[in-house]
């Protein structure tokens, strides 16, 4: 069965704070692995990956893929309040366009 | 460019009634999806649709849960009876393939949330 676990499942910081989210999956015929940030309701879209080593950046935030040992981790440096939402991890396979996500990792910034 | 459009945004029932939800998606976006998401959980997909055709219903609860997307452009999802534990904010996503031909990058509407008493 596939299945995508993510780490830690809650996370409690400080502004400044660098942060490590963690993300591993178990699926058959894996496509790509996708990253969503999700503050009151809708999910928005943060990168999207399909190779390993590859680093996508956007601003503070940063995450690599480890297609090897089948992981991958969100980074964020300097941290705000604004950061403070629900981070999910989602996975694709050939052959479907669902999306298969994790519970999540809920982080919390205090000033 | 409007984002995917949901409604109603908040929802309360009492079991066995019934209630249905509307999204319209991205202009030109031809797959759409449905998901439920539990307190605590990741969305889980409920149904694909790509334009008014359906791709993927395996986890709907077909017993209880339909949709439809009769014109491939805007869709209704409809819960009869609710019962307690379909209490979950219901999201719609939207998309379309990009240069290489997949449809990785989901857009998400701003959900409802139903509380079923």
């Known amino acids: 069965e596939d299945k995508v676990v993510q780490s830690p499942l809650s996370l409690v910081v400080h502004e400044g704070d660098t942060v490590t989210l963690n993300c591993s999956y178990e699926?058959?015929?894996?496509?790509?692995l996708l990253w969503y940030k999700q503050e009151k309701k809708a999910p928005t879209f943060l990168f999207m990956l399909?190779?390993?080593?590859i680093e996508k950046k956007s601003g503070r935030l940063s995450s690599i893929l480890d297609k090897k040992e089948l992981f991958s981790i969100l980074n964020i440096t300097a941290t705000q309040t604004g950061d403070s939402a629900i981070y999910l991890c989602?996975?694709?396979?050939?052959?479907?366009?669902?999306?298969?996500f994790g519970t999540g990792t809920r982080l919390q910034v205090f000033p | 460019e409007a984002g995917v459009a949901q409604s109603p945004r908040y929802k309360i029932i009492e079991k066995r009634q019934s209630v249905a939800f509307w999204c319209n998606p991205i202009?030109?976006?031809?797959?759409l999806y449905w998901y439920q998401q539990i307190l605590g959980q990741g969305p889980k997909l409920l149904i694909q649709?790509?334009?008014?055709?359906?791709?993927?219903d395996s986890q709907l609860p077909k017993d209880r849960f339909s949709a439809e997307r009769l014109k491939g452009v805007d869709s209704t999802l409809k819960i009869q009876p609710a019962k307690l534990e379909d209490s979950a904010v219901y999201l719609c996503?939207?998309?379309?393939?990009?240069?290489?031909?997949?449809?990785?990058?989901?857009?998400f509407g701003p959900g409802t949330r139903l509380t079923v008493l």
């Open positions: 989602a996975v694709t396979r050939y052959n479907t366009d669902k999306l298969i």
């Open positions: 399909t190779s390993s080593g």
């Open positions: 202009s030109g976006h031809a797959t």
């Open positions: 649709f790509q334009n008014n055709g359906v791709v993927d």
């Open positions: 699926v058959t015929n894996f496509r790509s």
């Open positions: 996503a939207s998309t379309t393939p990009g240069a290489g031909g997949t449809t990785d990058t989901q857009y």
